[in-house]
């Protein structure tokens, strides 16, 4: 992608992040992102097919960074370099604050389903490189659903508190529930 287009896509994004500061997922319209960005209509549809594949875009661009680990370009939380869940789940929560608006905990928080699928999805990823054990003989798949779920309905209700506490507290707060014995801590 040359320049001038990754402008033109940044110019979509920040408008796309202005339109959801002030309304809901569902309510913001494709026109409206083209009247925002101030481009036209086919310098749109020439970067994206739908309002759905722009979040889509976006959101893939943040967790394949969360995957790829800390970097550079994280500054504001370049101590987390620990490769374990924990560490993963805090380097998570600072982009889901930090980026694009925060944008992704207010579509969690509004349970816009075509993000809240796609971050679910991820976090499945997420999870099955941390590994933690299914107590009790518990099956897997259904551990990982149980834990999936609660990091969910923790993020949300951690945007929807207006972020009462920092990542890493989180983190380490669903880390105990996830494991209560501590042992993702030491991974």
Request: charged content about 25%; overall charge negative.
């Amino acid at each position: 992608m040359d320049r001038r287009q990754r402008k033109t896509r940044q110019s979509i994004y920040t408008a796309f992040e202005s339109l959801m500061s002030k309304s809901r997922y569902r309510d913001i319209t494709v026109a409206q992102i083209i009247d925002e960005a101030d481009i036209g209509r086919s310098t749109f549809y020439a970067h994206f097919e739908t309002k759905d594949d722009l979040l889509k875009e976006m959101c893939t661009e943040m967790f394949d960074h969360v995957f790829e680990g800390v970097d550079s370009h994280c500054i504001t939380h370049a101590s987390l370099e620990t490769p374990n869940l924990e560490g993963r789940l805090a380097h998570l929560l600072y982009h889901l604050r930090d980026t694009h608006g925060a944008i992704c905990g207010s579509l969690l928080e509004q349970g816009e389903p075509h993000f809240t699928a796609y971050f679910n999805g991820r976090l499945r990823e997420l999870v099955a490189l941390g590994r933690p054990e299914a107590p009790c003989g518990m099956p897997g798949d259904l551990h990982s659903d149980l834990v999936v779920d609660s990091i969910d309905r923790a993020v949300v209700w951690w945007f929807s508190h207006s972020t009462p506490c920092g990542p890493e507290e989180l983190a380490r707060w669903m880390m105990g529930f996830i494991e209560p014995s501590g042992a993702g801590a030491r991974r």
